[in-house]
């Protein structure tokens, strides 16, 4: 059974960091790109950033470009997003995602599997 299991959201003040986490089960991150997405109150759900299924390549849309960091760890099925620096604009519910063999970021309507979702709230 596929599972995708996000953690890590909380409230910071601006400025301030968090790590997400997102543990997989039923499947192996060698043969899915794993992606975050987010959704604001109000807008549709973006793609933030992902790492391609071999690791070969690795996207951030331009607004979190040297503020976020994707990685994976292969021995324990998750896929981590560092997020320094904070604005209140990235306040969103952050899913991770996973789709077959991607090499790219993939429109939400074609991801495989998605995660519940944890809500990050930036606020002073």
């Known amino acids: 059974q596929v599972q995708l299991v996000e953690s890590g959201g909380g409230l910071v003040q601006p400025g301030g960091s968090l790590r997400l986490s997102c543990v997989v089960s039923?499947?192996?991150?060698?043969?899915?790109?794993i992606g975050w997405y987010r959704q604001a109150p109000g807008k549709e759900r973006e793609g933030v950033s992902c790492?391609?299924?071999?690791?070969?390549?690795?996207e951030y849309i331009d607004s979190v470009k040297g503020r976020f960091t994707i990685s994976r760890d292969i021995a324990k099925n998750t896929v981590y997003l560092q997020m320094n620096s904070l604005k209140p604009e990235d306040t969103a519910v952050y899913y991770c995602?996973?789709?077959?063999?991607?090499?790219?970021?993939?429109?939400?309507?074609?991801?495989?599997?998605w995660g519940k979702g944890t809500l990050v709230a930036v606020s002073s």
């Open positions: 995602a996973a789709w077959y063999m991607g090499a790219v970021m993939s429109d939400p309507d074609a991801v495989d599997y």
């Open positions: 039923g499947f192996t991150l060698d043969h899915y790109a």
């Open positions: 790492i391609a299924s071999g690791a070969t390549n690795i």
